[in-house]
């Protein structure tokens, strides 16, 4: 449900009127991280949450700078900063709406270019064309990469299997022999696929399958 507050929010404007000062608190950066919230570690590649960012344990050391500006009495500054804190929480409810829709407009278009290479795929086929091309992009067909599909579980034999069980540690010990028929077995097919390269051995239970996909070059 969206808001009045959201709406304004959205629209960059002030839920309050609120003084600057108080306001610079909302953009006030981390020296630390330029405001990333992520810093690499002294020495190491390694990556780890900036101690003087929101939450973190030098926090204050960021605010205290811009808290030190603010005038009014102590009942004055609760209210601006309790306000500043509803148009903080209104904006990042705003902006990971947004967040959200973008990322399924970005997903849909992904699904949509996989959908659209498949009718290019088949009509070069159809048309008995390996590659197209123009000035701006180039078409082609290329190979796939070997895979395989299980046709028939139950003949793909058990060390092409991993099974995995998801019980209290007491439920585990006293059924044991029973797990079998509870676990949730999953088939390994890229070990398939290996010995299929290596051996040229076509595993019980499945179809080799190599096709082709399209590429587009820009």
């Given at each position: 449900m969206v808001t009045a507050?959201?709406?304004?929010?959205?629209?960059?404007?002030?839920l309050y009127d609120i003084p600057d000062e108080y306001m610079d608190l909302a953009d006030a950066e981390c020296p630390e991280c330029g405001g990333e919230g992520r810093i690499t570690e002294?020495?190491?590649?390694?990556?780890?949450?900036?101690?003087?960012?929101?939450?973190?344990?030098?926090?204050e050391r960021v605010l205290r700078p811009y808290i030190d500006r603010l005038q009014g009495e102590v009942r004055d500054q609760a209210l601006a900063?309790?306000?500043?804190?509803?148009?903080?929480?209104?904006?990042?409810?705003?902006?990971?709406?947004?967040?959200?829709?973008?990322?399924r407009?970005?997903?849909?278009?992904?699904?949509r270019v996989v959908a659209l290479k498949r009718f290019i795929l088949l009509t070069l086929e159809?048309?008995?064309?390996?590659?197209v091309k123009d000035p701006f992009v180039t078409v082609y067909r290329q190979a796939s990469s070997l895979g395989v599909?299980?046709?028939?579980?139950?003949?793909v034999p058990s060390r092409f299997k991993r099974a995995t069980v998801r019980?209290?540690?007491?439920?585990?010990?006293?059924?044991?022999?029973?797990l079998e028929a509870r676990a949730q077995v999953e088939v390994l097919?890229?070990?398939?696929?290996?010995?299929?390269?290596?051996?040229?051995?076509?595993?019980?239970g499945t179809q080799p399958r190599r096709g082709e996909h399209v590429r587009v070059r820009a």
């Open positions: 507050l959201a709406l304004r929010a959205e629209h960059g404007l002030a002294l020495g190491s590649l390694a990556e780890a949450d900036c101690p003087m960012c929101d939450g973190g344990r030098d926090a900063l309790g306000k500043l804190t509803v148009q903080l929480e209104t904006e990042a409810a705003v902006l990971e709406a947004h967040e959200d829709l973008l990322a407009r970005a997903e849909q278009r992904r699904r159809a048309g008995g064309l390996r590659n599909d299980i046709i028939d579980e139950e003949r019980l209290p540690l007491d439920e585990l010990r006293a059924n044991w022999p029973e097919k890229a070990e398939i696929v290996d010995e299929l390269k290596q051996d040229g051995v076509v595993t019980p």
